[in-house]
C-alpha cells in the first residue's frame, strides 16, 4: 500500500474504533425493523427497511440512491463513482431481508428488540444478513468521513427477496445489467470459518428449488369411523409420496435428478478433507444424538456441501389441537426443497419434481404441485484476482489467514450476476457458522462486526492500489 | 299393549306434537354450550353442559341426579325406580360432550349458533350425540307429564368424556357398576340407515387405540443448506415412520396386529351384502374422485365397518406459513388411530403398536409414542329380546322396519358395560349418516330428532309391558 493510502485506511480504522457503540445502536435501529419479506402482512416493514438504508447511503454520500419496484419488495441501488475510469469498479451484493421469526416460542430473547449479551447481538437478521449490510455501510461511511473519499469506485445492490428465492433480483439482473457493472462482486452474505476469529471467503454454493405440495381428499374432514378404510387418507398419501423421495441408500429417487451433478474429482475430495471440520462439535451444536448416515458414500462434510439433498421444511393436516380428534383430514400440505449442485439446473430439477409427483400420485385425491422459488448453484474461480486481495485484507484484519469453503447454503444471484453481467462474486461473510440463522435466536459475534468493517476498509484500501484491468485480468 | 299403556302413549305423542317448537328451542340451548371435551380452555363449558342436565333431569322428576368428579369430565347419573321391582329396569347411555369445532373457517353456519334450516339443525352435537341426550330427556319428560310415571325403571348415564376416549366412564362403570345396574342397555349414539327415515339398529361397534408420535431431531430448527445431508430431518423420519404402517396390498404392517381379528364368516360377509349400500352415492357424499382400494379382499362396506383400520388424523412440523422457510424442523408430531374389531384387545393393540414404533425408529432421532386413548370393540347378540321390543318401536314410530348394522365407529362403553355389569346393550340411534360428525356442518334432521323421541316414548312403553324377567331371558 502506498503510504497515502495506508494512512487513509489508518484514519478509517481509527474512526471505526472511536465510534463503535454509537455503530452498535444504529445497527440495533436497523434489526428492530421487521422485514420478513414471506410474510405479505410484513410488506410495509421491508419497504421500511430499505428506505432506511436508502436515508444512509444519502447520509453517507453515495449518488443515485435508488429504491426500485420490483414484483417482491424493493431493491435498493446506489453508486459513488468518483475514483476515476482506471480504478476498479466493485459491486457489493447483500439483502435487508430476513427470515420468518417463528416459532417465537424458542426464542429466549425477543427476535426484533436486539440484546447486547456475551459479546454477541441476539437478533433476526443479526448474521443473516442486515448484519453485513451494515457492515459495508460503515466501511463505506469510516472512508468518506476520514478521507473525503472512497479509493474504488463502488455500486451499490441489496435486495429485500433473498430469503423467498430472489426471484425479483434475477430479474432486476436480466434487465439493468448497466447499473450492476464492475470488474468484481463483493457478497457478504456468509460466515466465518468458527467462533475463535478464522476468517472464511466461500467458493461455492449449492442452488434450491423449493415446492408445496397438497394432497386433496374429501370436501372436508371426515369421522375415521364412519370412513375409514374406504377414503385415501389425504395425510397417509402425503407421508407416502414424501416418504418414497429418498431410497435406502439416502439418495433421491426422482428420476434424473442426478444426471447433471458434476462428479467430486480427487481434488474436490481432497479441498474438501482439507477444511478442518470436527464431526463431534457439528454434532454437539444441533443437539442431535448421532447425525445421519445420509447419502452413501459421501463424508459428512461433503453432503452439507458438494451434493445435493432433499429436506422437508413443513407439514401441516388435520388435528393439531390437545387430546384426540378423530377425523380423516380433507387435505394435507407439505413445502420440501432440494438444494443443488453444479451443474443441476433449477428449472430442470423443478420440471423433474412436478412430473414426479404427478406420476407417483395415487387415484383417489388430488395432488398438486406449486413451485414456491428456485435458484442456480454457483462456483467462484479461486484464481480471480480479487479472491487473492480479499485474502490478504481478511487476513490483516482478523490476523489469520482465511479458509476456502463450499456453502451447503444458497444465494442465487450469484450464478445470475455471472450470467447476465459476466461478473464474477468473492464471497467474504462474517456470520458465526453456529449463529442460528433460519432458526430461533439468531446472533452475530460483536467482534466479527467490527472486524468485518476494518476487513471491508482494508479490502477497498488494497483495490484501490490496483487498476480496474489488474483487477479483470489478475 | 294394553289399552291403559296404549292411551298413555297416544298422550305422551300428543305432548310432543304439541310442544315440538319450544322444545326446538330448548334443545339449540343446550347446544350453545360449547362442550368441547378435547380441549382444557373449555372444561368450564363441559361442565356447563352437565350442569345444564341435571337441571332437567330435576325438573322432570328424576331421583338421585348426581354429577359425577372423574379423572376427566364430570359424569351424569340419576334415577327413576317407581315403576315396580317387576318392571324392567333401563339404563340410557349417551354423551353430551362435542368433538372440537376447528377447521372454523369451514363452517358455512357458526357451530354454537345452531341454525334451523332445510329440515335439519346445524351445530356442533346436533347427532354427535347432545341431540341424542335431548331425545331421551324430552321422551323421558312426555311419559311424566302426561302419565305422572315411567312405565319402566330408568337410569340415566351420561358422559363427558367420550370424543376423547371414555377413559373416565371406564374407570365409573368398574367403579360403581351398582349406579348401572339394569336388564339392558338403550344406547342412543348411532344413525339411521339413511335421510329416507329408515331406522337402523347397530350390533357392533369397531374399538380405537389412538396415538401420538413424536419425532425429535436438532435442539431447534437448522438452516436446510447448511445442515442439509448431514442431520436426520424429523420430517422426514416422521413421513417414512407413517408411511410404512401400510404394505401394498392395504394391510397395516404391525407385527400382530391381525392376529386377533375374527375371520369373517360366510353368514357375516352376506348379512354385510344384505345392508344396501351404494357406492356411488357413498362417493359422491365424500366429494373423492373415486374411492380407495384399501385392504384387498374386502368390499367398501366390509372395510368401513368389520376390518380394522389405520387413519392419520393429524401432522404437523416445520414452517406452515407463507412462501418459503429453508428449514430442517427441530421436531415432527402425528397423531394417528387404528379402529379395531372382535376380538382384538385394545390394551394389546396399544403395545404392539409403541413396541414397532420403537424398533423400526432410525437412529439420529428420538421417537416417542404416547397412547392417548383405547376403546374394546363390541358386538351385541341381536337375539336379545330388547332387540325385538326396539326394532318394533322403530318401525312404529318411522313407519319401516330398522335394518341391522355394523358400525365402523367406536363407543367404548358398550364393551366396558358388558364386562363389568354384564350388561346388553341395544343401540338405536337417529342421526343422519350423512350429518357431518367430526367434521364442519354437522348437521341432524328435525324429522329425526322427532322421531326418534316418539321412538323412545314407544319402546318405554312396550318395554312396560314385559317383566324385567321377560326382559332378562326372552
Redesign the interface.
Known amino acids: 500500500m502506498t503510504t497515502e493510502t495506508n494512512s487513509e485506511v489508518g484514519a478509517a480504522l481509527e474512526h471505526l474504533r472511536e465510534h463503535q457503540d454509537r455503530h452498535l445502536q444504529e445497527l440495533d435501529e436497523f434489526l428492530r425493523i421487521e422485514s420478513v ?4 402482512a410484513k410488506a410495509g416493514e421491508v419497504k421500511r427497511a430499505a428506505q432506511w438504508i436508502m436515508r444512509e447511503l444519502t447520509r453517507i454520500g453515495f449518488d443515485q440512491v435508488t429504491s426500485h419496484e420490483t414484483s417482491g419488495h424493493p431493491i435498493v441501488t446506489a453508486e459513488w463513482l468518483h475514483a476515476g475510469p482506471d480504478r476498479p469498479t466493485v459491486l457489493v451484493y447483500c439483502h435487508y431481508d430476513v ?2 421469526a ?2 417465537l416460542e ?1 426464542w429466549v430473547r425477543p427476535p426484533f428488540d436486539p440484546r447486547h449479551e456475551d459479546g454477541r447481538v441476539y437478533a433476526r437478521g443479526a448474521g443473516d444478513d442486515k448484519g453485513q449490510v451494515f457492515i459495508h455501510l460503515k466501511a463505506a461511511e469510516a472512508w468518506m468521513v476520514s478521507a473525503g473519499r472512497l479509493p474504488i469506485n463502488l455500486r451499490i445492490f441489496f435486495e429485500g427477496d433473498e ?3 430472489s426471484e425479483p433480483a434475477d430479474e432486476f439482473i436480466a434487465a439493468h445489467p448497466e447499473l450492476l457493472a464492475a470488474d468484481l462482486c463483493v457478497v457478504s452474505d456468509t460466515g466465518m470459518q468458527d467462533d475463535e476469529g478464522t476468517p472464511a471467503i466461500t467458493y461455492g454454493l ?1 442452488g ?1 428449488a ?1 415446492f408445496e405440495v397438497r394432497v386433496s ?17 389425504p ?2 398419501v ?3 409420496l ?3 423421495l ?1 431410497d435406502e441408500h439416502g439418495r433421491i429417487t426422482i428420476p434424473g435428478f442426478y444426471d447433471r451433478v458434476r462428479p467430486l474429482t480427487d481434488a474436490d475430495r481432497a479441498a474438501s478433507a482439507a477444511v478442518p471440520f470436527d464431526e463431534d462439535e ?1 454434532r454437539e451444536l ?10 452413501e458414500g459421501y463424508t ?1 462434510a461433503e ?2 456441501s458438494v ?1 445435493p ?22 387435505s ?4 420440501f ?1 432440494t ?1 443443488l449442485v453444479p451443474d443441476q439446473d433449477f428449472h430442470e430439477i423443478e420440471r423433474l419434481v412436478v412430473e414426479h409427483m404427478r406420476r407417483i400420485a395415487p ?4 395432488v398438486e404441485v406449486r413451485i ?2 428456485g435458484g442456480a448453484p454457483a462456483l467462484t474461480e479461486l484464481d480471480h484476482p480479487g479472491v487473492a486481495v480479499a485474502a490478504s485484507a481478511l487476513e490483516a484484519a482478523f490476523g489469520k489467514p482465511p479458509v476456502f469453503l463450499r ?4 444465494i442465487p444471484v450469484v450464478a445470475a450476476l455471472m450470467a447476465h453481467v459476466g461478473l464474477s462474486s468473492v464471497l467474504v461473510g462474517f456470520a458465526s ?1 453456529n449463529g ?6 439468531e446472533w452475530m459475534p460483536i467482534a466479527n462486526l467490527t472486524g468485518g468493517m476494518e476487513a471491508i476498509v482494508l479490502l477497498w484500501g488494497e483495490l484501490g492500489e490496483m487498476t480496474a484491468d489488474q483487477l479483470r485480468t489478475g
Open positions: 419479506s414471506a410474510d405479505p427470515q420468518p417463528d416459532p424458542e430469503e423467498v428465492g449449492r434450491i423449493y381428499g374429501p370436501f372436508q374432514d371426515l369421522h375415521s369411523g364412519g370412513y375409514g378404510g374406504a377414503i385415501a387418507n395425510a397417509t402425503l407421508v407416502e414424501l416418504a418414497g429418498h457439528f444441533t443437539g442431535v444424538p448421532q447425525l445421519w448416515s445420509g447419502e459428512v453432503r452439507i451434493r439433498t432433499l429436506d422437508i421444511n413443513g407439514i401441516w393436516s388435520g388435528y393439531a389441537g390437545e387430546g384426540a380428534k378423530t377425523i380423516i383430514p380433507a394435507a400440505i407439505a413445502k426443497s438444494r387415484p383417489g385425491v388430488g414456491i422459488h456453502s451447503g447454503g444458497s457458522p442460528n440463522f433460519h432458526a430461533p435466536n
